[in-house]
């Protein structure tokens, strides 16, 4: 395939600088070659933020207006990378348009509009579709769920959490993910990739309960000017109330009768991105921190002899995506978030060509409507006093 693929961007923010990034070292990374790549429009409700970007990344123009993309004959492939009420407008008219649509995590703001989404990409089956949990790309990760696959036997417990700290201060401005209904919060910004890392692990979950919200910040100032990420900025005296939770907490069953306990909060004091779990097995255990993404301990083969314990594992290219997929591909040599989107972009780019280079597809539309069922039964335990909320049976991918 010779036809370049040509690439746009809509929300230029922390998660869209990561998009473009991603895209820019996707030609860089694995075999075989890609197709050439056009780098061909950011767009930013904010004109300044949207030229920053392109201008950083390559791309040849920025815009205000992520319409102007839909009759584009150059752009193909489209990541969105905006608050979550607006995918699915801007998925449906992509997908209605004819391009290749990745969207961020959460699928969406609602499980209403999540499905429509997905129903969007059903009908166009020639179009590829995905959402962006991009831990699924820790080469940690997947060499653990190989591993469980493999000789760890059944999951007896699945023990996760996800703490950041962004939100702990009443300084950090007033912005989307502050708005919405309980469970739109630290919920679905940073627990939708730790409920969707459970069950990319373990496996599908059958039923939540216990789940409980609190929100310690219950205000927040209006920025005095643009604001994205997690950044602070000059406030104004008008303030608004914060809709949603800062901390929540639920417990869970997986099909295959292991039991999952999950902590997500982002007013963590002293965690700034900080993704882990433990896993315990029949013949093994297996635990993970982001905050040493590049290691992780594992038990094997348990002995009882009191020696048993836990081996460090420096991640290397006998592992998931190391090899080739970062410049010094050997042991002991570390990685970040930002590689995960170049391995997502690289993955992503491939289904649309059609290339067969051995990486797992994205996570599908499917896979974004199954995380926000699971919200939503996580919200209706919570709204019922931590009652037990069942859930559909699940493929996951």
Not at 151 to 161: A, C, D, M, P, T
Not at 298 to 326: A, E, M, T, W
Not at 335 to 355: N, P
Request: net charge negative.
């Amino acid at each position: 395939m010779s036809t370049p693929i040509g690439v746009a961007v809509i929300g230029a923010g922390m998660a869209g600088r990561a998009h473009c990034a991603g895209y820019r070292s996707a030609p860089t990374l694995f075999d075989p070659p890609l197709p050439p790549i056009r780098y061909v429009a950011v767009v930013d409700a904010d004109e300044a933020v949207a030229q920053d970007a392109a201008t950083r990344y390559g791309f040849e123009r920025a815009g205000t207006d992520w319409r102007e993309l839909l009759t584009d004959d150059s752009v193909d492939v489209v990541s969105i990378v905006v608050a979550n009420s607006l995918h699915r407008e801007i998925a449906e008219a992509l997908l209605d348009a004819g391009k290749h649509v990745l969207s961020e995590k959460p699928l969406a703001d609602t499980l209403e509009n999540a499905r429509a989404m997905a129903d969007a990409a059903a009908a166009h089956p020639e179009l590829v579709t995905g959402t962006g949990f991009v831990y699924r790309r820790q080469p940690a990760v997947a060499a653990i769920r190989d591993l469980l696959r493999a000789e760890l036997g059944e999951v007896s417990h699945f023990n996760g959490r996800y703490w950041c700290d962004y939100a702990r201060s009443a300084q950090t401005p007033m912005a989307w993910r502050y708005k919405g209904r309980p469970g739109t919060g630290a919920l679905a910004d940073i627990g939708s990739h730790l409920i969707d890392l459970a069950e990319f692990v373990v496996g599908p979950l059958s039923h939540v309960s216990g789940a409980a919200f609190t929100t310690k910040v219950t205000e927040r100032h209006l920025a005095a000017g643009t604001t994205y990420g997690h950044a602070k900025a000059q406030l104004t005296d008008v303030t608004e109330p914060v809709e949603n939770d800062d901390v929540a907490t639920f417990t869970a069953h997986f099909e295959n009768g292991a039991v999952g306990t999950f902590s997500i909060s982002r007013i963590a004091p002293g965690h700034a991105n900080s993704l882990a779990f433990d896993l315990f097995a029949e013949t093994g255990a297996t635990k993970w921190d982001m905050d040493a993404p590049a290691e992780f301990s594992v038990i094997r083969n348990l002995r009882g002899d009191g020696y048993d314990g836990y081996n460090r594992v420096l991640v290397g290219p006998d592992h998931p995506y190391l090899k080739g997929g970062v410049p010094m591909d050997f042991p002991g040599v570390s990685f970040g978030v930002g590689d995960l989107f170049g391995f997502q972009a690289r993955a992503f780019l491939e289904q649309v060509a059609g290339i067969d280079g051995g990486l797992p597809p994205v996570a599908s539309f499917a896979d974004g409507v199954r995380d926000l069922t699971i919200i939503d039964a996580v919200i209706r335990s919570a709204e019922q006093n931590g009652a037990t909320v069942e859930l559909p049976p699940h493929h996951a991918s």
